[in-house]
């Protein structure tokens, strides 16, 4: 595996006993930053220490980045007092809405992929960098409903997004396999068409089938346990990135064993490793032929 690799696992009250007790087994932890927004300085002094046990990268859930609509004053102000207080190596967001106006929706949406939300996303960036003084990775985010009114597919969309804010690029690998999947795409054809030189972070998860108006939709939930395919994924991603990759499990919920936690850390391991060795392979084939 490239040496710079890092295998991590996201923060949850519930495994952090577990997270301590495995450190050796854990590269990076990824934190909720919006779980602090409310937080004590006390409090963020004791986020902070776990700084000093390992590796911390931040991510954020509720900003709603991709809107025409202004990001509220109020959750800049709060998100750059958590990052400034944390100091995480890294931060990110995801490229969806969650409000209108005064309305919560509850959820992480997809927004019409125009050239309208291409604008108001880079807007809205261009105000988080300005607070918070570092960019975020954004990342692609997975729907049940192609957005209607697009004018773009996701891929295209998020590419702009990325190359005017200047961004790198987040990629959730289940998101992408689930919206591939539910709309008739290859996974592997709809991995090639996003920025790939710009991927800094990947997340991994699970989800399971759900009937949604007699159609079968995936639904990424979080709670059930990374599938075959992803690792799938991430090797071919491992193979074609030469950049180094941050990878974060992400679970929510119905949490097995911490030793299967570990099982599906290590496969990730394993699968950049293969991937990186094929693109050592292709290199050396390359070179032979010169």
Same mark, same amino acid.
């Given at each position: 595996?490239?040496?710079h690799?890092?295998?991590?696992?996201?923060?949850?009250?519930?495994?952090?006993a577990s997270?301590?007790?495995?450190?050796d087994?854990?590269?990076?932890?990824?934190?909720?930053?919006?779980?602090?927004?409310?937080?004590?300085?006390?409090?963020?002094?004791?986020?902070?220490?776990?700084?000093?046990?390992?590796?911390?990268?931040?991510?954020?859930?509720?900003l709603?980045l991709?809107?025409?609509?202004p990001?509220?004053?109020?959750?800049?102000?709060?998100?750059a007092?958590?990052?400034?207080?944390?100091?995480?190596?890294?931060?990110?967001?995801?490229?969806?809405?969650?409000?209108?106006?005064?309305?919560?929706?509850?959820h992480?949406?997809?927004p019409?992929?125009?050239?309208?939300?291409i604008?108001?996303?880079?807007?809205?960036?261009?105000?988080?960098r300005?607070?918070?003084?570092?960019l975020?990775?954004?990342?692609?985010?997975?729907?049940?409903?192609?957005?209607?009114?697009s004018?773009?597919?996701?891929?295209?969309?998020? !590419?702009?997004?990325l190359?005017?804010?200047? #961004?790198?690029? @987040? =990629? +959730?690998? %289940?998101?992408?396999?689930?919206?591939?999947?539910n709309?008739?795409?290859?996974?592997?054809?709809?991995l090639r068409?996003?920025?790939?030189h710009?991927v800094?972070?990947?997340?991994?998860?699970? !989800?399971?089938?759900?009937?949604?108006?007699? #159609?079968r939709r @995936? =639904? +990424?939930? %979080?709670?059930?346990?990374?599938?075959?395919?992803?690792?799938?994924m991430?090797a071919?991603?491992?193979?074609?990135c030469?950049?180094?990759?941050?990878?974060?499990?992400?679970?929510?919920?119905?949490?097995?064993?911490?030793?299967g936690?570990?099982?599906?850390?290590?496969?990730?391991?394993?699968?950049?490793?293969?991937?990186?060795?094929?693109?050592?392979?292709?290199?050396?084939?390359e070179?032979?032929?010169?």
């Amino acid at each position: 595996m490239n040496g710079h690799d890092r295998v991590g696992l996201g923060w949850r009250d519930a495994l952090a006993a577990s997270i301590y007790l495995h450190l050796d087994s854990i590269d990076v932890v990824e934190v909720i930053l919006d779980d602090y927004f409310n937080a004590s300085a006390r409090q963020l002094r004791a986020l902070r220490s776990l700084g000093r046990e390992v590796p911390v990268i931040g991510h954020g859930v509720t900003l709603g980045l991709a809107s025409v609509s202004p990001v509220a004053n109020s959750r800049v102000e709060r998100l750059a007092r958590v990052v400034n207080a944390l100091e995480p190596q890294s931060w990110s967001e995801h490229l969806a809405f969650v409000r209108s106006g005064s309305y919560e929706i509850g959820h992480l949406a997809a927004p019409p992929r125009t050239l309208s939300t291409i604008e108001g996303s880079v807007t809205n960036i261009e105000t988080i960098r300005r607070a918070v003084g570092v960019l975020p990775a954004l990342e692609n985010i997975a729907t049940l409903i192609d957005p209607p009114g697009s004018a773009m597919s996701e891929p295209t969309w998020v !590419g702009q997004i990325l190359c005017a804010a200047g #961004t790198p690029l @987040l =990629l +959730d690998l %289940h998101n992408l396999y689930a919206n591939a999947v539910n709309f008739g795409h290859d996974p592997f054809e709809y991995l090639r068409g996003f920025s790939l030189h710009r991927v800094q972070v990947v997340h991994i998860s699970g !989800g399971v089938w759900i009937e949604l108006d007699s #159609t079968r939709r @995936l =639904l +990424d939930d %979080h709670v059930h346990d990374v599938p075959d395919i992803v690792f799938t994924m991430l090797a071919w991603l491992a193979e074609h990135c030469p950049q180094s990759l941050t990878v974060i499990l992400e679970r929510d919920g119905q949490y097995p064993e911490f030793t299967g936690l570990l099982r599906q850390l290590q496969r990730a391991r394993e699968a950049l490793a293969s991937g990186r060795a094929r693109r050592r392979s292709q290199e050396a084939y390359e070179l032979a032929a010169v």
